[in-house]
C-alpha cells in the first residue's frame, strides 16, 4: 500500500481574489438594476387633501361670541356684523356659514354664545337664530349681558 504524505503546508492556497471579484460584481450589477426600478418623488401621482384658500388669514377660536345690543346691532366676536335695520343679516349669515364649513373640515363643533342686552328686542334674538340655522350652527347657548 501506498503511503499519502499530507504536508500542512500544501492546503494554504493564499487569498484568493478571484472568488472576491466575482461577489463584488454580482453586487454591483444587482445595485445598478435596482437603481432604474426606484420612482422618484415627484413622479408619485398623490392627491392631497387641501383647505379652501381665503384671502385673510382667520384666528379660529373655541367659541363664537354673538352680541346683541339694546339698538339691535349684531356683533361676532366684537367685531360689528350688521346694522339695526338688517332683517336678513347677510354678513352674519355669510361669516357663520364660513366658520361652520371650516369647523367642519377640522372635524371640530362649531359653539356659538348668543349674548344679548337685558333691553334687547326679542325679535332681534329670533333673526339671529334664523341666521344660524340657515349656516347650519346647531351648537348655540344663551346668556345676557352684564349689567353696568
Given at each position: 500500500m501506498k503511503r499519502f504524505d499530507a504536508n500542512i503546508n500544501d492546503g494554504h492556497l493564499g487569498f484568493q481574489i478571484a472568488p472576491m471579484i466575482d461577489v463584488v460584481f454580482v453586487i454591483m450589477l444587482f445595485f445598478m438594476v435596482m437603481a432604474g426600478a426606484v420612482k422618484?418623488?415627484?413622479?408619485?401621482n398623490s392627491q392631497l387633501p387641501g383647505n379652501a384658500e381665503t384671502s385673510t388669514s382667520t384666528d379660529f377660536v373655541d367659541e363664537q361670541i354673538v352680541q346683541i345690543?339694546?339698538?339691535?346691532e349684531v356683533s361676532l366676536n366684537e367685531e360689528p356684523m350688521d346694522t339695526k335695520d338688517s332683517r336678513e343679516l347677510p354678513k352674519f349669515t355669510a361669516t357663520m356659514m364660513r366658520l361652520k364649513a371650516a369647523s367642519d373640515q377640522a372635524k371640530s363643533p362649531c359653539m356659538v354664545t348668543v349674548v344679548s342686552e337685558p333691553n334687547a328686542k326679542y325679535a332681534r334674538t329670533i333673526d339671529v337664530l334664523d341666521a344660524l340655522s340657515v349656516a347650519g350652527v346647531t351648537n348655540v347657548t344663551f346668556t345676557i349681558g352684564e349689567e353696568q
Open positions: 422618484v418623488e415627484r413622479e408619485l345690543s339694546e339698538v339691535g
